[in-house]
């Protein structure tokens, strides 16, 4: 009992007023993903149902873009003129649709989604800007954990309104979550256009970033798939079907993450919960081709939205960890899971439109999919882990990256390195470690504070070739980060 008082009080130091933006912009976020399946996307599939799939690639397109602006010209995510780029699309879009679901007219009502998805892509990058920004891990989870069952018992006591207020209420909640957020998330993506871009740190720090061919982006993409399927299977009305035990579970979800016990296993185990989750929806889903029982939705339904809260949450922790790898992180999952739900909507409207002339086709659909699954899980992740994901990224100091200014430790130097140059430890140290010539005038290079572009320019050569020098050198001197490798041969005597 005394540890759970104890995390109750800390729980209750780390509701601060930030904490509670970030939760009311996971009960927007909530009801604006709602209102536009149950009500929007139900309307528009009577007259242009594929508009559905297009809104998602633009979706994944968006978010696409986003992340190389991340990576390459951070400088251009300025912060009020992203502001009023997103929320005047969101007002254009508002304009737009609301003609063109009246008018019933397809490709107004495609350029209306596309607008409408530049506001929503830009609100939910500002959650994830302003969660890494509270001070505290604690925070950042409460907030995350608490916020996202409570947009799904949010969305299970509202009525579903018809698609005209629901266009308005999905825009209104995307203006208002991206105004209650843009102060909060300042500090982050201050820091971010204020600094090196991302591709440029990663050339000095490559174990701080996750390559775009991580298992953690083709995992997203691969549960995504379950997630359009089950948006998808047995609609209602070209709505996706709701089941209340879907907010109930995630309720204690959530508490058992912030008042469980604290091991470094939380994340595997929660991403155990879900693919059981996942794979017990499949394996119901042809009994309820007949009956419409939502019960393989709801099924599936938690063990995405499980994983949804455990990806954000790895997420966030690479932020943590590295500031300069969050946005483009988060915008490379988003992309991913877009692309896979796409592919999951396609199933499960497959299964829709067999199950009532070939139940057995509609079931093949179902265990191809699961096998397909099963065994990319079998081969792909059965050494997975996203805890060792987390701990693998290695913290990133940008300032020292970009500064000159220790060039100043040559003289605190003693015995064998007392008063001698970086070039002359790093000649020492590069010997000790076995570096090659090359490698040890790079070594020098990054002692000095200089960066991968640098080094790219001085000796005309590719990113990647860069990118292996350094990592030859890290491994052979046995460093994660361009900052440990300077206290290396500042330590050096």
Not at 50 to 67: N, P
Not at 252 to 263: D, E, F, I, P, Y
Not at 361 to 374: V, W, Y
Request: aromatic share 8%; net charge negative; hydrophobic share 55%.
């Amino acid at each position: 009992m005394g540890k759970v008082r104890q995390r109750l009080a800390d729980l209750r130091e780390a509701l601060s007023v930030g904490t509670m933006l970030c939760i009311g912009a996971f009960l927007l976020s909530a009801c604006a993903g709602w209102l536009l399946n149950g009500s929007v996307y139900a309307h528009v599939a009577e007259y242009c149902g594929i508009a559905r799939e297009v809104s998602t690639l633009f979706s994944a397109g968006l978010f696409l873009v986003l992340f190389f602006v991340a990576s390459r010209k951070p400088e251009a995510l300025d912060r009020r003129i992203m502001a009023v780029v997103s929320l005047g699309s969101l007002i254009t879009a508002l304009l737009v649709l609301s003609f063109a679901l009246k008018l019933e007219d397809g490709p107004s009502t495609v350029l209306g989604f596309l607008f409408l998805n530049i506001g929503s892509v830009w609100a939910a990058s500002l959650l994830a800007l302003a969660l890494a920004s509270l001070p505290s891990p604690l925070a950042m989870t409460l907030a995350m954990v608490c916020g996202m069952p409570l947009g799904e018992v949010a969305v299970a006591l509202l009525p579903m309104p018809s698609f005209e207020v629901g266009l308005i209420a999905i825009t209104a909640c995307d203006a208002l979550m991206i105004a209650l957020l843009y102060r909060g998330s300042a500090p982050a993506l201050d820091r971010l256009t204020g600094s090196a871009s991302a591709a440029d740190l990663e050339l000095a720090n490559p174990e701080s970033f996750l390559r775009p061919t991580h298992a953690l982006f083709v995992c997203a993409f691969v549960f995504s798939v379950a997630t359009g399927y089950e948006l998808t299977l047995n609609e209602v009305a070209h709505a996706p079907v709701s089941s209340d035990l879907v907010s109930v579970v995630l309720v204690g979800v959530a508490l058992w993450m912030l008042l469980g016990s604290q091991n470094d296993g939380k994340e595997d185990t929660l991403f155990s919960f879900s693919v059981l989750l996942v794979i017990a929806g499949f394996l119901v889903a042809p009994f309820t081709f007949d009956s419409g029982l939502p019960s393989a939705n709801a099924l599936q339904r938690i063990g995405v939205d499980s994983f949804k809260m455990l990806t954000l949450l790895v997420v966030l922790s690479v932020g943590r960890r590295n500031a300069f790898a969050l946005l483009p992180t988060f915008t490379l999952v988003r992309c991913m899971m877009a692309l896979g739900t796409d592919v999951g909507a396609v199933a499960g409207h497959t299964s829709n439109d067999l199950a009532s002339a070939n139940a057995q086709a509609a079931a093949l659909i179902a265990a191809i999919s699961l096998f397909a699954f099963i065994a990319f899980l079998w081969i792909g992740f059965r050494k997975f882990s996203f805890a060792d994901t987390i701990r693998g990224v290695a913290n990133v100091n940008a300032d020292a990256g970009a500064s000159e200014a220790r060039d100043s430790f040559a003289d605190s130097g003693a015995g064998a390195g007392a008063g001698a140059s970086i070039e002359e430890r790093c000649a020492q140290l590069g010997a000790e470690g076995g570096l090659t010539e090359r490698e040890t005038e790079i070594f020098a290079m990054l002692a000095r504070g200089r960066n991968g572009q640098y080094v790219m320019d001085h000796y005309v050569i590719s990113r990647n070739t860069v990118k292996s020098h350094v990592k030859h050198i890290y491994a052979k001197l046995g460093v994660h980060s361009q900052q440990e490798l300077i206290d290396l041969v500042e330590r050096y005597e």
